[in-house]
């Protein structure tokens, strides 16, 4: 089964990121801002986009978008999401062929991109990696178990929401 936006996954990425999903076609914005820093991001979740010829069946069909004043970052294929309420903070993620990619948004306005991550980083102990990558692992860690017993291989994949 192929990773769906339900209805509730837009409402706690809402209650996560103290925003409000607004609703247009096939396209769900949110507004994040930070008064205190002055710093907004605008994330934009399209869902069942249509690709070209062959990739409308090989690249699943969601693109999250989250745009500040001096950069936008795209996460193309996302198969899943985790809303961690507590730590304020959604995790959404694209993983295939041994690799995983995420895309995370805070509610702090604050946004960050990890791409291209090999599965066999995911399973090191991350005191012992490299510096440069050795945050975005415990990142992906601090994802309670998203990717544990992941497949990257499978055809079937879930929303998972914390």
Known sequence: ??????EHDF???????????????RVVFYEIKNEE?????????????EFPGDLKDEIPGHIITAETASCQLHLVGCTG????????????????HNVVNALIVQAKAWC????????????????KMPRQIS???ISFMMAEGILEGFEFDEDEETSITG
């Open 37 to 49: 820093l002055g710093e907004v991001v605008k994330l934009e979740i399209s869902i069942d986009v």
């Open 81 to 96: 999401l985790f809303a961690e309420e507590e730590f304020r903070e959604v995790i959404f993620y694209a993983r295939g």
């Open 11 to 25: 409402e706690r990425i809402g209650r996560t990121l103290g925003a409000t999903p607004v609703k247009k076609d």
């Open 112 to 127: 960050q991109v990890y791409s291209n991550y090999d599965r066999r980083l995911l399973d090191m102990d991350y005191t």
């Open 1 to 6: 089964m192929t990773f769906q936006f339900q």
């Open 135 to 137: 945050n975005s692992v």
